[in-house]
């Protein structure tokens, strides 16, 4: 049974989590103390390596909304959580094949640092860019809010502090994680954030294993961990169904989504910049998708053991299914490797909101500006103070949302996804996209998945009912991210030539 009170009953966890405090404070001071330009601040100075580059863009991906918030929509959907998860085994080389090498030599000939930057050369659009960049801070508040929530539960199952302040636990415990990853990304920037996803993401990759290990021999193995859910009252059958306990679209949603929406998640893009050698992207797809694969083990071995492990009546019903991680971790793996995976956790939602609070800063400080044709004077200290005006967003956000923190997370995906993914990963392969299609289509993918994300969750105006539009199951996100496509194709098709030119140096990237 789960401890209450670790901080008084398992010291060792307590211990890692401050020794991992000390190594990622340790390397923010480190990193602020190269961080002297803007290009250091948001793209590492573009002297990082193979290695480190790969485990950023899968630290990026993989943080709290994977560790804690997998294993929790699992608990409440059954194994249709995993459609989310499966792109896994082919997204690394999509990403990497379809615009990485793209990208990175945009920034070989242009000054190039950001996804908005991209589309300023691509389509030489201010509008494009400008919209481009209130997606990435519409989106990032979603996702940051996610990293934000996925803390706190950390905090308060690591501290126990729910066991004395009840329901003001989680706003104190997002506040004081708040507070820890702006003393680390106001100072360091991406150099902080990129070392630290070095940290975080070998930890993982170590960890994963063993934490699937200890979930199968928690529940006495895969043919008792199937039977105690088949059998149980609370999940039943249609738990372990490839489609759970929700609607075919749902699943197709959920896959759709991740899968091809991943072409446009900023986070991830923005460190393909960073790679200090083009030539080596061929490898990344390797890496990236090598370490993915590891650490979805955890989502996969604890999604599964808690539930089991609830039907054995070894767990009590969780009241948040976002405890599932966190509960498995306290109450079955040892206190060293619950430490490890803790602290591995945390570093992953460090780094991760790390990047979120730089792209958002880049985007309000340098993208926006550039497309309304101003520069921002001292744009690293405007960064700063930007880093810190987006968190606070985030964490308001986060506490007003109200849901699990998978679900944010995949509204925050799927709205970088509906904008970005068919600007970039179209327009970067295809001529004939024109500079209005990429406007349109960013404004539709944007538009239409806040619509349907509001239809879906205001409960003040009673006249209209919920998910307006939409039939049971289909998810905003998907239906957005196929509008956006549809709209960028549909428009570029019927044009008869491209309405602004595409400059020589771009038409030979698109051709390499």
Request: hydrophobic residues 60%; aromatic residues 10%.
């Amino acid at each position: 049974m789960p401890d209450a009170h670790p901080v008084f009953d398992k010291p060792v966890i307590v211990v890692v989590a401050l020794i991992y405090l000390g190594v990622v404070t340790a390397i923010g001071f480190w990193s602020a103390r190269r961080t002297h330009t803007v290009q250091d601040f948001f793209i590492a100075g573009q002297g990082v390596g193979l290695v480190v580059t790969a485990f950023a863009t899968m630290s990026a991906a993989f943080s709290g909304f994977v560790f804690i918030g997998g294993p929790g929509l699992t608990y409440r959907m059954g194994l249709a959580s995993l459609f989310i998860s499966i792109p896994v085994s082919f997204t690394a080389g999509l990403l990497c094949w379809v615009v990485a090498k793209r990208l990175r030599l945009l920034a070989e000939v242009r000054d190039v640092m950001t996804v908005p930057d991209a589309i300023l050369v691509r389509y030489r659009s201010r509008a494009a860019s400008g919209l481009a960049a209130i997606a990435v801070v519409v989106g990032t508040i979603g996702y940051l809010g996610a990293q934000l929530l996925a803390m706190g539960v950390m905090i308060e199952s690591i501290f126990g502090t729910r066991a004395w302040l009840g329901e003001g636990s989680l706003p104190l415990a997002m506040g004081a994680g708040l507070t820890l990853i702006l003393l680390y990304a106001v100072g360091g920037g991406m150099v902080a954030g990129v070392y630290t996803d070095l940290f975080q993401g070998a930890l993982m990759v170590l960890a994963a294993g063993a934490v699937f290990a200890y979930a199968v021999v928690a529940g006495g193995g895969t043919a008792a961990i199937a039977e105690s859910i088949m059998t149980s009252d609370a999940f039943g059958p249609a738990f372990l169904d490839p489609l759970g306990n929700v609607p075919l679209l749902t699943a197709i949603g959920f896959f759709f989504v991740f899968a091809v929406g991943n072409l446009g998640q900023p986070h991830m893009l923005h460190k393909f910049y960073m790679l200090d050698d083009p030539r080596k992207l061929k490898w990344m797809p390797l890496v990236v998708g090598t370490t993915q694969a590891m650490c979805v083990l955890i989502w996969l071995g604890i999604g599964l053991a808690v539930p089991a492990l609830v039907a054995q009546g070894q767990i009590p019903p969780l009241v948040n299914p976002d405890a599932a991680s966190p509960t498995f971790l306290l109450g079955f793996v040892p206190a060293l490797l619950a430490g490890l995976v803790f602290a591995g956790i945390l570093a992953a939602i460090m780094s991760t909101a790390d990047s979120f609070v730089n792209i958002a800063a880049a985007a309000l400080v340098h993208d926006l500006p550039r497309a309304l044709g101003r520069r921002v004077a001292n744009e690293l200290r405007w960064s700063r103070i930007a880093v810190v005006v987006v968190a606070l967003c985030s964490a308001a956000f986060a506490l007003a949302y109200g849901d699990l923190i998978a679900l944010l997370g995949t509204f925050a995906f799927g709205t970088f996804g509906a904008a970005l993914a068919p600007a970039i990963a179209i327009g970067l392969n295809w001529q004939r996209v024109t500079a209005a299609a990429a406007t349109a289509s960013i404004a539709t993918g944007m538009g239409v998945n806040l619509s349907l994300e509001f239809l879906a969750k205001q409960t003040f105006l009673t006249w209209l009912p919920k998910a307006t539009f939409l039939a049971p199951g289909v998810l905003p996100t998907a239906v957005s991210l196929a509008a956006s496509f549809a709209v960028l194709i549909l428009i570029s098709w019927l044009a008869p030539r491209p309405d602004q030119p595409i400059d020589d140096d771009v038409v030979a990237v698109m051709e390499m």
